[in-house]
């Protein structure tokens, strides 16, 4: 589990997880929006600057993101093919300066800071009965602790296939981790209302 | 909700999240490995059940979206929703509720064998389309295709996931037969 968090605290880091999120949201609407070339250029140049200037990780992250950068190329390569030069472009400038920017958000923000952001936002549900803002917090730190606990299952099913010459089959595999980890839940369960972690939290408010 | 099934919802998404982790794994009938990520979100609506299943794929977006590298190929973070792809990521979330709710109908009626897996397949199925729907209207949309362009580009993926739905029904009926309805919180 890598997080690569940007951690020279630039000028971007100090501005709210709200207001970045926000403007990702209103840069989306404006590439969106518009179709001419020029403009997205000129966008795109601002973001490639503030990337340079304010987070250089976050730059690199996204180079290092070959997945998605992979995924740009084919609908641009598509795109080229049955629509031409310039809608192409078109499309490279919106979807590589919109991932570039989310990148940047991601890097600048620390998980704590969009924690506190869902709960918050997650409040007004509270009010009206809907969820509790806490449990966001508990279900996220729950599922952080136990990707490795599966892990070392499935290693240890994967462990016991190797020992008895058996071939790896989806539901030799799939199947034993899953019910192993579900039986595995009532202790959990009960181990977290014994340590009353919830109730506390209900307190609290 | 109970403490139980707020463990069980995060337990689920630790499945989905190592199920992107490990080597894709060879099926016997079928020639090509596939990544078992996308089967992680079709079992998480069989298993868990609609409410589970929804709960399930939220929490792995959200963790996706606080910038968590949880998707196959240590992706993560916002750039994901606003990729190409991003149709499919958050038609994972209708297709968890859709394909559970389905389950969920199909194991109250006491059906077993045959019946049972055929409706935990016909469940998978109509997720699997309802995600495929909202990839192909994110490509076309937002992202430039033409409409023909982006089902076209889709087929590639049809097969495979039909063969998944097929997986999951066969891996949720074992675990409905071995648990009855204990998953399901």
């Known amino acids: 589990m890598i997080h690569i968090t940007d951690n020279s605290s630039g000028p971007l880091h100090r501005v709210p997880t709200t207001a970045k999120l926000l403007s990702l949201l209103i840069l989306s ?5 518009t ?16 990337a340079l200037i304010c987070s250089r990780a976050a730059l690199a992250q996204w180079l290092m993101a070959w997945t998605l950068l992979f995924t740009i ?26 991932s570039l920017f989310a990148t940047i958000v991601t890097a600048t923000t620390t998980i704590g800071q969009f924690i506190d952001t869902i709960t918050a936002l997650a409040r007004p549900l509270e009010r009206i009965g809907l969820a509790n803002a806490r449990d966001i917090g508990l279900a996220i730190g729950l599922v952080v602790r136990f990707i490795p606990e599966v892990q070392s299952r499935y290693a240890a099913i994967a462990d016991a296939h190797r020992a008895r010459g058996l071939k790896m089959r989806i539901a030799t595999v799939v199947v034993p981790v899953i019910i192993g980890t579900i039986l595995s839940a009532d202790e959990i369960a009960n ?14 408010d | 909700m109970s403490t139980r099934s707020l463990v069980l919802i995060a337990l689920f998404t630790a499945i ?31 298993v868990l059940g609609a409410r589970g299943g929804a709960f399930s794929v939220l929490l792995l977006l959200t963790l996706v979206a606080i910038g968590l590298p949880v998707l196959s190929g240590g992706r993560g973070g916002l750039a994901v929703f606003v990729g190409p792809t991003a149709g499919y990521l958050i038609g994972f979330l209708p297709q968890a509720f859709v394909s559970g709710w389905i389950a ?14 055929a409706g935990l397949f016909f469940g998978g199925v109509v997720g699997v389309l309802i995600n495929h729907a909202l990839g192909i209207t994110w490509l076309a949309n937002f992202v430039g295709l033409s409409l023909a362009d ?17 997986i999951a029904a066969y891996v949720g009926h074992l675990v409905s037969k071995n648990l009855g309805t204990r998953a399901r919180g």
């Open chain 2, 16 to 46: 989905i999240v190592v199920l992107g982790l490990v080597p894709p794994i060879m099926l016997g009938f079928f020639p090509v490995p596939i990544l078992v990520q996308s089967l992680g979100v079709i079992l998480a609506g069989i």
């Open chain 1, 73 to 98: 190329a084919v609908v641009v390569t598509w795109t080229w093919v049955s629509s031409g030069l310039e809608a192409a472009i078109v499309v490279l400038l919106r979807l590589s300066a919109l």
């Open chain 1, 29 to 33: 609407v404006l590439l969106f929006a």
């Open chain 2, 104 to 117: 969920d109908k199909v194991v109250a009626k006491n059906v077993t064998g045959w019946k049972l897996y």
């Open chain 2, 150 to 166: 982006a089902v076209i580009g889709n087929m590639i993926f049809v097969p495979g996931d039909l063969a998944k739905a097929a």
């Open chain 1, 35 to 50: 179709t001419s070339a020029l403009f997205l250029l000129a966008l795109a140049g601002c973001i490639l600057a503030v």
């Open chain 1, 191 to 204: 181990a977290i209302d014994a340590r009353s972690i919830r109730a506390q939290n209900a307190k609290r």
